[in-house]
């Protein structure tokens, strides 16, 4: 027998692996079947890693039954460990489409709790004991916070866009500026969306420069609608031209045709009196006189996911009858989080003060200050002579296509280690239990201050800690990973 036969026939039998302590321990937490399944898939993966190693890996190959007992516990707990897990977010982007764009508020995350763990009058009109319609609950509050006549909610942005293309301007044509023929990160390109609308795509100016005589000139009896778009996540700069709003509704009206707008990031609140650059509100475009708005729920907003249709009553009351509305429709638990993110919006204070992405983007330099000097001081009571901790100015990012070319000053932590590499470091805080996102700069980690709540300092510190010597934290997404 060689060695590689040696080992495979040393494999002990599931039921004698089930007889160990630790293994048996298993069976108390978890559903039999699920261990003893655990278990075959394992030995089956341990048995091919072991065939399909060469011959002479194979001769100096030593196996030890604790490892393999070892083995057998991640899986069972990977198995049974939610896949979807918190993790903290220290690279600074505020709205991170990556890591959950926009974070709830407390009181939205109450609502949605409540909604989903009771009946609610969700399609139900209490007075009068009728058959309701979901969409009623927060189209009240959005006309009051956008002055807009109607509106209407479904789930993302993208959907939003579709259901209006496809109830104004199914196989007929809808004008939109070349320069404003945008992608938005994963598959999000104005001109697919439009043709899976059934609406023609009728391209006018040039990348740089459209005029309003080429809306005009575009013009014809088959055209539907004009169609403006937000270049949420670039600029055109230098030698450019495009029609303002106000032009582009006065044509809209003189032909007798409705004007579109794709607002993208769905900002209700005039950010420039808190240091941050123009972003058009929805409030400016319905003011404009558009006569359908699209944006979306988690960018700047701050809310659910959820794409947001407001404009005139005509227009919202035939998307409602479209066949894509029920397949678009919103969830409840996005409603519930959706109305109460909105009330914060009655009173602008309140908003700043209570949504994460607000309050992060507006948070003051002295107080990202105050934060990252509590980190490093945990951070080097924890590890002080293990790394370099030092306080740092960087820059942070809006995130979520929003604002572009804006860098936010920011306060962050910067780490050395001679223990470990920088790009070591780096992957180890990403599976900790509750994983630590950051980012690498000139050959130090930074966490940036800006997206850490308070109650993931110590996290950030257990996690460094894990990195640098205690490996007897728990790895990614083990024993549950939420905060
Ligand atoms: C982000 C964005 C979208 C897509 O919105 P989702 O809510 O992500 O579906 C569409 N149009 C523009 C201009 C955007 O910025």
Redesign the pocket.
């Known amino acids: 027998m060689n060695r590689r036969q040696q080992i495979l026939s040393s494999i002990p039998a599931v039921d004698e692996l089930l007889k160990k302590e630790k293994i048996d321990e298993l069976l108390f937490r978890y559903p039999r079947s699920i261990v003893v399944e655990s278990i075959r898939e394992y030995l089956a993966e341990y048995r091919q890693n072991i065939l399909s190693l060469g011959d002479i890996e194979a001769e100096s190959l030593t196996v030890s039954q604790n490892a393999l007992v070892e083995g057998i516990l991640g899986k069972v707990h990977s198995v049974m460990s939610n896949k979807l897990i918190n993790v903290v977010n220290a690279t600074g982007i505020v709205i991170h489409t990556n890591l959950g764009r926009s974070i709830l508020t407390e009181k939205a995350k109450e609502q949605l709790w409540s909604i989903a763990s009771r009946y609610s009058n969700l399609e139900f009109e209490l007075e009068s004991g009728q058959r309701g319609s979901r969409y009623s609950h927060v189209e009240d509050l959005i006309c009051k916070l956008t002055g807009a006549e109607a509106a209407m909610v479904v789930n993302?942005?993208?959907?939003?866009?579709m259901l209006v293309l496809s109830t104004l301007a199914k196989d007929r044509e809808v004008v939109v500026s070349r320069g404003q023929l945008?992608e938005?990160g994963?598959s999000?390109r104005?001109p697919d969306v439009m043709a899976q609308s059934g609406a023609v795509l009728r391209e006018i100016g040039t990348t740089n420069k459209t005029h309003l005589t080429d809306y005009e000139n575009a013009a014809n009896e088959n055209t539907a609608a004009l169609m403006k778009?937000?270049?949420?996540?670039y600029k055109i700069m230098g030698f450019t031209e495009e029609a303002a709003s106000e032009e582009l509704v006065a044509l809209g009206r003189k032909l007798e045709l409705p004007v579109i707008e794709?607002?993208?990031?769905g900002v209700l609140l005039d950010l420039q009196k808190y240091g941050l650059p123009y972003e058009p509100t929805v409030q400016s475009a319905v003011k404009a006189g558009m006569d359908v708005v699209?944006f979306?729920?988690?960018?700047m907003l701050g809310g659910p996911?959820?794409?947001i249709i407001v404009g005139k009553r005509e227009y919202i009351q035939k998307m409602r009858k479209n066949q894509l509305t029920r397949a678009f429709r919103i969830d409840k638990l996005t409603l519930a989080a959706l109305e109460s993110t909105l009330h914060l919006y009655l009173d602008e204070k309140t908003a700043v003060a209570e949504i994460p992405v607000l309050r992060m983007l507006t948070i003051s330099i002295e107080e990202l200050q105050k934060k990252a000097k509590r980190l490093q001081k945990k951070l080097v009571k924890r590890l002080g002579d293990k790394c370099s901790i030092t306080v740092i100015n960087e820059n942070s990012e809006v995130g979520?296509?929003?604002m572009p070319m804006h860098k936010l000053p920011t306060k962050a932590v910067a780490i050395t280690s001679q223990i470990i590499s920088i790009d070591a470091l780096e992957r180890e805080i990403r599976s900790y239990k509750v994983p630590v996102v950051a980012r690498i700069s000139k050959d130090r980690l930074i966490i940036d201050v800006r997206t850490v709540m308070d109650d993931e300092l110590d996290y950030i510190a257990d996690a460094l800690a894990y990195a640098l010597m205690d490996k007897n934290f728990q790895r990614a997404g083990e024993g549950g990973g939420s905060i």
């Open positions: 993302n942005n993208a959907a939003a866009v945008v938005i994963g999000f104005v778009v937000h270049t949420s996540n794709d607002l993208g990031s699209t979306s729920g988690d960018k996911q959820s794409g979520g296509g929003s």
